[in-house]
């Protein structure tokens, strides 16, 4: 089975310190992600300048009162953070990702030969982004929040129409709240995903905790993104909705037993470790009061008892009615040997 790819999103939770950023990469090694991931972009090419914040970032901040754009060109870092940042990722053996929100930041990471190209639930509706993305020709990963199934279709239409293959697209589920109520999560949209469009699944999580990542593994997500930070109670507008460093090495472990668990042949029979334990916790057929020589035997003269080395009790219809050879006492554990 091929292992889940488990992304730790680091997102903009450095808050525009490339100090800050560092230390994530090393949480994330740590936590024993494959890669983790912040956020690439040139604040003048996304956000206009009264763009207003979402709530749940209105609530998380601060100053409330600023705008998205004020709040966002904080937590900018530029290209030569990232430079530094790949460098960091190499140096402790993790993976670094970073999604281009901007031509310029597409192409830069482009240059930083990142493995494939992640698209946000933002963009999935932003057609020349898409096609600049699928220009690259490398892989890539989309975020569905807030998406309707037409609209995904759309956009793979356009990844698509530029020359990438099906088979170089996941697409994972997303819900785009912060976090994400246990309700509206609906994993069984991952499936759905699946069946009507037939591209690879995975499952990006804002949820509060980490049960819902490892149920979508369960359920055959093969990439996992989650956001975390080193302390939930910085500030900025992610930080909440993240996860602690030792929650992301408890949620990357529990992945990986899960996958182990889900990784067999499917086919119902005893295992190496369990085999030594049938005879243990099973029964054999025991005398229940003493029986003289030449007794026929019946129901009442016979019991399941522990241990199960002997005459299985699926087989009792074969003992009633045969002779036992000798005088026997109670719980005496019958053997075919021992009738006639």
Same mark, same amino acid.
């Given at each position: 089975?091929?292992?889940?790819?488990?992304? %730790?999103?680091?997102?903009?939770?450095?808050?525009?310190?490339?100090?800050?950023?560092?230390? *994530?990469?090393?949480? %994330?090694?740590?936590?024993?992600?494959?890669?983790?991931?912040?956020?690439?972009?040139?604040?003048?090419?996304?956000?206009?300048?009264?763009?207003?914040?979402?709530? $749940?970032?209105?609530?998380?901040? +601060?100053?409330? =009162?600023?705008?998205?754009?004020?709040?966002?060109?904080?937590? +900018? *870092?530029?290209?030569?953070?990232?430079?530094?940042?790949?460098?960091?990722? +190499?140096?402790? #053996?993790?993976?670094?990702?970073?999604?281009?929100?901007?031509?310029?930041?597409?192409?830069?990471?482009?240059?930083?030969?990142? @493995?494939?190209?992640?698209? @946000?639930?933002?963009?999935?509706?932003?057609?020349? $982004?898409?096609? !600049?993305?699928?220009?690259?020709?490398?892989?890539?990963?989309?975020?569905?929040?807030?998406?309707?199934? #037409?609209?995904?279709? %759309?956009?793979?239409?356009?990844?698509?129409?530029?020359?990438?293959?099906?088979?170089? /697209?996941?697409?994972? !589920?997303?819900?785009?709240?912060?976090?994400?109520?246990?309700?509206?999560?609906?994993?069984?949209?991952? *499936?759905?995903?699946?069946?009507?469009?037939?591209?690879?699944?995975?499952?990006?999580? !804002?949820?509060?905790?980490?049960?819902?990542?490892?149920?979508?593994?369960? *359920?055959?997500?093969?990439?996992?993104?989650?956001?975390?930070?080193?302390?939930?109670?910085?500030?900025?507008?992610?930080?909440?909705?993240?996860? =602690?460093?030792?929650?992301?090495?408890?949620?990357?472990? %529990?992945?990986?037993?899960?996958?182990?668990?889900?990784?067999?042949?499917?086919?119902?029979?005893?295992?190496?470790?369990? /085999?030594?334990?049938?005879?243990?916790?099973?029964?054999?057929?025991?005398?229940?009061?003493?029986?003289? =020589?030449?007794?026929?035997? #019946? $129901?009442?003269?016979?019991?399941?008892?522990?241990?199960?080395?002997?005459?299985?009790?699926?087989?009792?219809?074969?003992?009633?009615?045969?002779?036992?050879?000798?005088?026997?006492?109670?719980? $005496?554990?019958?053997?075919?040997?021992?009738?006639?």
């Amino acid at each position: 089975m091929t292992s889940v790819l488990i992304i %730790a999103e680091a997102g903009v939770n450095h808050n525009g310190s490339l100090e800050l950023a560092k230390q *994530l990469i090393n949480s %994330a090694a740590i936590a024993g992600a494959d890669f983790v991931k912040f956020q690439t972009f040139i604040t003048e090419l996304n956000i206009s300048r009264n763009a207003r914040k979402a709530d $749940y970032q209105i609530k998380n901040q +601060e100053k409330p =009162e600023e705008t998205q754009y004020e709040m966002v060109k904080k937590l +900018e *870092l530029n290209f030569e953070d990232f430079r530094q940042l790949k460098e960091h990722c +190499e140096s402790k #053996e993790i993976g670094f990702l970073s999604t281009g929100f901007d031509f310029p930041s597409i192409d830069f990471l482009d240059e930083l030969n990142i @493995p494939f190209f992640k698209i @946000p639930s933002g963009e999935i509706t932003n057609k020349p $982004y898409l096609q !600049h993305i699928a220009r690259k020709k490398k892989p890539v990963i989309m975020s569905t929040g807030m998406a309707y199934m #037409e609209e995904i279709k %759309a956009a793979l239409k356009v990844l698509m129409n530029q020359g990438l293959k099906r088979d170089q /697209i996941t697409v994972l !589920h997303c819900n785009t709240e912060y976090p994400t109520p246990m309700n509206d999560v609906n994993l069984k949209a991952m *499936l759905t995903i699946k069946k009507e469009l037939g591209v690879k699944v995975g499952y990006s999580d !804002h949820t509060l905790g980490i049960e819902v990542p490892i149920a979508a593994v369960a *359920l055959g997500a093969t990439i996992i993104e989650k956001h975390f930070t080193l302390d939930r109670n910085l500030p900025g507008p992610d930080h909440k909705a993240s996860l =602690e460093p030792n929650e992301l090495k408890a949620m990357v472990n %529990a992945i990986r037993n899960i996958e182990l668990a889900i990784s067999g042949n499917g086919e119902k029979k005893p295992t190496n470790s369990e /085999i030594r334990n049938q005879n243990i916790a099973r029964k054999s057929l025991f005398l229940s009061v003493d029986v003289l =020589e030449n007794t026929i035997l #019946e $129901y009442k003269h016979l019991i399941p008892l522990r241990p199960g080395n002997g005459i299985s009790p699926m087989d009792i219809d074969k003992v009633v009615g045969k002779r036992i050879k000798h005088s026997r006492p109670a719980s $005496y554990q019958l053997s075919l040997n021992d009738l006639y």
